[in-house]
């Protein structure tokens, strides 16, 4: 800027000068730059100025961003740091629940090896039942041995020996008080080997021949849903009214209303042939 000053200077010192003296247009001519150069001066001037404010605003902005940021540093630190602390408390109740599992998983591996060694124990008190004295060695073979046997195999599900050991029982037992308890569970043998027609024909049999047992109820219901397993439903819908009619109080009569409501079937209604 003072360069320019001593620029307009020396341009009025030559103007006012004699020997530098023009024409009337030449001295308009400069008067007329040295307003442009001041007015040019005036504006380098104000736009410095404003700059400068427009730079102190930036600089303002980026302090309070600065700050900002710094908070939100802050506090990301301090939510890891949560995080962390939240993360090894995690860790610790995970340690604890698999001290817990495994103290579990040992006490369920001893109630397994308990178990075991009761049905080995079972196992050799029904090979015991089973090597009952014959009558020609003196010894009287009761009853209830062979029965009990029959009945643990068929508990162990071993259809086959209690099927073979019932089938023995009512050879040689047929008037016992437990030959309607020894036909069922035939029955319920065979039905579980997928036996159905042996099935249903042990469970006629208990119906038949003891019409008073304690078993016939069960006999009716297992017969009639065996009868609805070899697709006879006509049958099997005739069987449970039948066991609702003669057992009306029973368990048994309760479950067979159950079945026939299941197929929309009522009690009074008359079976009719179904597909």
């Known amino acids: ?4 000053a001593v620029f307009f200077s020396v341009v009025l010192l030559f103007a006012s000068s ?12 400069l008067q007329s730059d040295v307003l442009q150069l001041q007015n040019q001066l005036r504006v ?11 730079l102190k605003t930036l600089l303002e902005q980026l302090n309070d961003q600065v700050a900002k940021n710094q908070v939100a540093l802050e506090g990301m630190t301090q939510g890891l740091q949560a995080q962390k602390a939240d993360v090894g408390q995690s860790l610790g109740e995970v340690r ?9 998983w040992d006490d369920t591996n001893n109630r397994i090896a308990a178990i075991h060694q009761k049905l080995e124990e079972n196992q050799m008190r029904l090979s015991s039942l089973r090597e009952v004295p014959s009558e020609s060695e003196g010894a009287a073979v009761e009853p209830d041995q062979i029965y009990n046997a029959a009945y643990n195999d068929y508990l162990m599900g071993n259809y086959d020996l209690a099927i073979a050991s019932f089938q023995d029982f009512l050879s040689n037992f047929r008037d016992s008080e437990l030959s309607d308890n ?13 036996r159905y027609e042996q099935a249903i024909q042990a469970f ?3 119906i038949n021949l003891y019409p008073k047992g ?11 849903l065996t009868l609805q397993q070899v697709q006879k439903n006509t049958e099997a819908i005739e069987a449970f009214k039948k066991l609702a009619t003669l057992y009306p109080e029973s368990q048994e009569a309760a479950m067979a209303r159950a079945e026939l ?6 009690l009074e209604e008359p079976a009719r042939r179904r597909r």
Not at 1 to 4: E, G, L, T
Not at 182 to 194: D, T
């Open 96 to 104: 604890r629940d698999l001290q817990n599992l495994s103290v579990k």
């Open 214 to 224: 304690d078993k016939t109820p069960n006999a009716h219901y297992k017969k009639a």
């Open 44 to 54: 380098l001037q104000k736009n410095v100025e404003e700059n400068g404010s427009v």
């Open 18 to 29: 004699p020997a530098w003296a023009g024409t009337k247009e030449e001295i308009i001519r």
């Open 204 to 206: 006629d049999q208990v």
């Open 1 to 4: 800027m003072k360069r320019y």
């Open 182 to 194: 020894a036909l069922y569970y035939l029955g319920v043998s065979f039905q579980n080997q997928g």
């Open 261 to 266: 409501e299941k197929l929309g079937v009522s």
